[in-house]
Nanobody, 128 residues
Framework: QVQLVESGGGLVQAGGSLRLSCAAS????????MGWFRQAPGKEREFVST????????DYADSVKGRFTIAGDNGKNTVYLQMNSLKSEDTAVYYC?????????????????????WGQGTQVTVNS
């Protein structure tokens, strides 16, 4: 069984920063991409960022471009999300996910349906 565990969430003032981490444990598996999604109260889960391990390509939602940075270690199935200049609208539960299917070296894994494993989520609250 594969488990993804997020950490690093918390309460921060607007304009502040947080760094989320996600590590996989349990059964060994190959991930071709990892990503971050978020879900705010009363809203659907939405894509935040992804990294394709084959190419190193990253992708971001327009709402976080220039503020968030994704990075990680493919060999350890670990991914991070550095969040700067946080806004109140970034408040949400953040989930990391791992994709075990290869859709291509430069494919951008922006859709949640492409991911096979999910973490339980970590709460990020930004006070304005």
């Amino acid at each position: 069984q594969v488990q993804l565990v997020e950490s690093g969430g918390g309460l921060v003032q607007a304009g502040g920063s947080l760094r989320l981490s996600c590590a996989a444990s349990g059964r060994a598996f190959n991930s071709f991409a990892m990503g971050w999604f978020r879900q705010a109260p009363g809203k659907e889960r939405e894509f935040v960022s992804t990294i394709n391990w084959s190419s190193g390509n990253t992708d971001y939602a327009d709402s976080v471009k220039g503020r968030f940075t994704i990075a990680g270690d493919n060999g350890k199935n670990t991914v991070y999300l550095q969040m700067n200049s946080l806004k109140s609208e970034d408040t949400a539960v953040y989930y990391c996910a791992a994709a075990a299917v290869n859709y291509g070296t430069f494919y951008s894994y922006t859709q949640s349906r492409l991911y096979n494993y999910w973490g339980q989520g970590t709460q990020v609250t930004v006070n304005s």
